[in-house]
């Protein structure tokens, strides 16, 4: 589910120049972040308790950020997670906001399906233990939800979502599994924050130390950050860069990106343009700059922070 992220080479130098001098420091806080809010509408199906159901998704053409998808090439795993404890309500706004914990969680299991666009719950295992699903797949018993990924890792690249409800009363064995483009509806704010003044020309040291909130809401883990990208606009205002947001990479002038292993800081004189590796020139006056932390580990389609640069000097 990462929107903006790219995988480039590069990376974050330490806070002195090549002269050894200190590197200007340019301070990202609280006020400087955007604000995102996103609500999940997970479609629910009723299907008979305890049954191997099958489950089907040649039909499915758009992921939950409404991008088109090949339901061969770009669905790599099938998982089927169940929260014990948690309503479909209060699981929908934990995975909008990133706040599930591994503690919700009562079981995951899951089928990677190749070329398959079908899978059946007998087939789904935890890394090939058959934990016979189907005997704990009774009413009552937990929220259900089934996730099409891209990739294979636990939460991430998600594609799209349903619920499985198993109930007594049912006969229902089978659910298709199609749509996406209704799934997510969220609002962005970029012309509330405070632009980030910056110098047009490096080198550039990012501290974000002081940034103790995510533009979700939540706490602002620094480990959780795994790359900065700054993004070049040369049309567009920030009303229809809000509309645009999910699409942000496609409608972007140009981007450039570096990968961040650790700390509250980073060079910005390290990053590189994710089309062809050439270093980031610097900023002019001309469009609308974003620069954004992200995250690429963490299942919510939006960056942890982002702002908007004001380039001086």
């Given at each position: ?11 974050p130098l330490d806070s ?32 008979h308790e305890q049954a ?191 509309d645009q947001f999910l ?67």
């Open positions: 589910m990462l929107l903006l992220a790219a995988c480039v080479t590069g990376g002195s120049g090549d002269t050894g001098e200190p590197v200007p420091t340019v301070t990202f806080g609280n006020a400087n972040n955007y604000s995102f809010e996103g609500t999940l509408h997970v479609p629910s199906f009723p299907v191997d159901v099958d489950l089907a998704w040649d039909t499915l053409t758009h992921d939950l950020q409404c991008h088109t998808l090949d339901p061969v090439a770009d669905i790599d795993n099938v998982g089927l997670m169940v929260f014990p404890y948690l309503d479909h309500a209060e699981v929908e706004a934990g995975l909008a906001r990133d706040s599930l914990q591994q503690v919700d969680m009562g079981a995951y299991i899951f089928y990677e399906p190749g070329d398959a666009t079908e899978a059946s719950l007998s087939q789904l295992t935890f890394y090939g233990t058959d934990p016979e699903i189907e005997a704990q797949f009774r009413e009552g018993s937990g929220t259900w939800l089934v996730m099409l990924t891209t990739g294979t890792d636990v939460g991430i690249g998600t594609r799209s979502l349903a619920f499985l409800e198993p109930r007594a009363d049912s006969d229902v064995d089978a659910v298709a599994l199609s749509g996406g483009c209704d799934l997510l509806e969220h609002t962005v704010s970029l012309r509330e924050l405070t632009p980030l003044p910056i110098a047009r020309t490096g080198p550039w040291l990012l501290d974000w130390s002081r940034l103790t909130a995510t533009g979700l809401g939540t706490p602002l883990l620094p480990t959780k950050v795994t790359s900065v990208m700054v993004a070049h606009f040369a049309q567009g205002d920030l009303a229809a860069l809000e699409d942000l990479t496609t409608v972007a002038t140009r981007t450039w990106s570096v990968p961040h292993p650790a700390g509250t800081t980073d060079r910005l004189d390290a990053l590189v343009a994710t089309d062809d590796g050439s270093p980031f020139p610097g900023f002019d006056a001309e469009g609308t700059w974003l620069l954004a932390l992200f995250c690429d580990s963490c299942p919510v389609p939006a960056p942890l922070a982002l702002t908007v640069l004001a380039p001086e000097g």
